[in-house]
Every structure is written in C-alpha cells, then in structure tokens.
C-alpha cells in the first residue's frame, strides 16, 4: 500500500529538508566568517596610514590611487562599507545602529544618510526588499 508510498514520501521529504538545514547552517556559518574576516581587514586597513606604510605623501598616494582605480579611496572605503551594511541588513538581524558601527561609522545619522544616497532607500527599507531571513515579527 498507499500507507506505506505516504510513508516513504514522508520520509524522502524528511530526508531533503535536513539536507536543505545542513547546507543553509553551513552557508550561515561561511558568511559569519566572511563578517569576521571583513572586519578583521577593514580594522587592518584603518590602523595602517597607507601613504606612510609606502613613503609617499597622503595627496600623492591620492592622485595615484584615482590615477589607477578611476574613484577616490574615500569612494572605495564608502563603496565597500555600503556594501557591507547590505549584507548585514541582508543576512543579519543586527540594530542599524549596530551595523553602522560594524560598518566603521561613528554616526548612526550619518550612516543613514549615506547609505540612502548611495542605494536610494532607506536602510530599513533595503533590509525588508532583501531580506533572506525567515520573517520573525508575524
């Protein structure tokens, strides 16, 4: 029988939503490192003066990076930390407050307007547009 096809259904199904667990813990777990190694650098790049680091002046390492990289440090630094605030409010459920410090501002106020002007939205905004996190507020 039908109770025993049922069954085996049932079980299969089992079967392919703990795979489907095991590959979404394991995907959670990578991109908490990805976090940790982001901020680990972001904190490596902040404590070291780049221009002093390679004897240059602070306005010629400038010039040189714009020459090269066609955008400013300070656009690749903000480029970078947007990024980062939308992979947060993405996959995380961290305060904007938090995410902003995570981020490297020190202004939450400050955040938010960046990140608007940068993305077109609000922060609170993107995170419901892009949210792959189970809703837990219903």
Known sequence: GSF???LSYVSGERARMGA?????????HNLDNVVENTTAAESAIRDTDMA????????????????????SCMDDI???RIGKAQ???????LRIQEIAVQCGYRNESHFMRQF???????ALQYRREHRTLPDTDS
């Open 4 to 6: 025993k096809d049922a």
């Open 20 to 28: 489907y667990q095991n590959r979404l813990e394991h995907t959670i």
């Open 52 to 71: 002093k680091e390679i004897g240059i002046s602070r306005s010629h390492l400038q010039r040189l990076y714009k020459q090269y990289f066609s955008a």
């Open 78 to 80: 903000i480029n970078a």
């Open 87 to 93: 992979k947060l409010l993405q996959y995380t459920e």
């Open 116 to 122: 608007k002007e940068k993305c077109g939205i609000t």
